[in-house]
């Protein structure tokens, strides 16, 4: 895939999304409907984040070596926690208190030193109640009538899913640009790659990762990625 052309098609997919996002949000505050992410808010920048090769090689572009350096040095951490979850579940909560925080957040200011490029899960993943319930445990810790007025809360809001407080119709605007992606893709790939944010930034760097990709085949390229020692499902996704 040609670098320069897939980044700007994925950040033209970005604004769409940026402006759907802005008139949905309109609408619903403007109904008395209430959004708790606010700039300075990182609660959420320790979660596994998926993302598309595409935007992978997008972010990639604009940052610095240092970033580079520290986004290695969390893959890193990323593969370790891959190889010790035993499921899903251990997996996030692996990712959440082992893996830690993105390296691209400023800890300081609570923002994004990369956020024009931040991936489509990190824009549309918005919290519709206090952001306390966003980090670990949050959802977990609530006992008693606080459970309770939780569950009841996501089950009747109409603007989440029934099971967690992020609203899910800003998810739902966010399908176009997946869709496109993955279009992408499938053009000069011959199949999908989706994987974990920190990972797949740093493969855009790795010769033998990028040498893989050519086999087209995606089970041919799962076995040339094992071969070279760069394949976890739980990390890499070839569809």
Not at 40 to 54: K, Q
Not at 82 to 94: F, M, P, Q, S, T
Not at 144 to 164: C, I, K, L
Not at 214 to 221: A, C, N, S, T
Request: charged letters at 30%; glycine letters at 8%; hydrophobic letters at 35%.
């Amino acid at each position: 895939m040609n670098a320069q052309d897939t980044a700007r098609e994925v950040r033209k997919q970005y604004a769409r999304y940026d402006e759907r996002a802005r008139s949905w949000l309109s609408a619903y505050t403007g109904r008395g409907g209430r959004v708790y992410c606010a700039s300075g808010c990182f609660r959420c920048c320790d979660m596994p984040i998926r993302l598309s090769w595409p935007e992978a090689l997008t972010i990639a572009q604009s940052m610095s070596e240092d970033q580079h350096r520290d986004m290695h040095a969390h893959a890193r951490k990323v593969w370790a926690n891959a190889h010790c979850a035993k499921n899903l579940d251990e997996y996030v909560r692996g990712h959440r208190s082992q893996v830690g925080f993105c390296p691209l957040l400023d800890r300081a200011t609570g923002s994004c030193s990369q956020y024009a490029d931040r991936p489509t899960r990190c824009r549309d993943t918005y919290s519709g109640l206090p952001a306390q319930l966003c980090a670990p445990g949050g959802v977990e810790g609530l006992k008693g009538q606080a459970r309770r007025d939780y569950q009841r809360e996501v089950r009747t809001n109409p603007a989440m899913d029934g099971h967690s407080h992020y609203l899910a119709p800003l998810e739902d605007l966010s399908l176009p640009a997946w869709d496109r992606f993955g279009a992408m893709m499938r053009r000069e790939l011959g199949f999908e790659l989706w994987g974990d944010f920190a990972f797949l930034v740093c493969m855009t760097r790795e010769e033998d990762f990028v040498k893989a990709l050519q086999e087209r085949d995606p089970g041919k390229v799962i076995r040339a990625l094992r071969k070279a020692g760069l394949y976890h499902p739980e990390i890499v996704q070839i569809e």
